[in-house]
């Protein structure tokens, strides 16, 4: 049974910082693609962030280029999200999700394993 726990979520202020974390269970993460994806209240969820198996590669939207950071650890079966400069636009319930796949997907219908989210809320 897969599992894929986020954390690291909170509420900070315009200009601040948070570091996602996504843990996860149940098949070999090494040989997964890891993305992140966001959905804020009434829009649709939306693509953050991909890095690939290996982590060499990864694929950022042009909302979080600069500011936001994907790496992985494989060896501890982690994927993390370091935000900064963070807005109040990107106040939103973050995913973390696992695929199959070669390279960065980026679109949802991608992913095969998805967590329950943690909450970033950011305050102006």
């Known amino acids: 049974q897969v599992q894929l726990v986020e954390s690291g979520g909170g509420l900070v202020q315009a200009g601040g910082s948070l570091r996602l974390s996504c843990a996860a269970s149940g098949r070999t993460f090494s040989q997964y693609a890891m993305g992140w994806f966001r959905q804020a209240e009434g829009k649709e969820r939306e693509f953050v962030a991909a890095?690939?198996?290996?982590?060499?590669?990864?694929g950022y939207a042009d909302s979080g280029k600069g500011r936001f950071t994907i790496s992985r650890d494989n060896a501890k079966n982690t994927v993390y999200l370091q935000m900064n400069s963070l807005k109040p636009e990107d106040t939103a319930r973050y995913y973390c999700?696992?695929?199959?796949?070669?390279?960065?997907?980026?679109?949802?219908?991608?992913?095969?394993?998805w967590g329950q989210g943690t909450q970033v809320t950011i305050s102006s």
């Open positions: 890095i690939a198996r290996g982590g060499s590669l990864k």
């Open positions: 999700a696992m695929a199959s796949r070669l390279g960065v997907p980026t679109t949802t219908r991608e992913y095969d394993y």
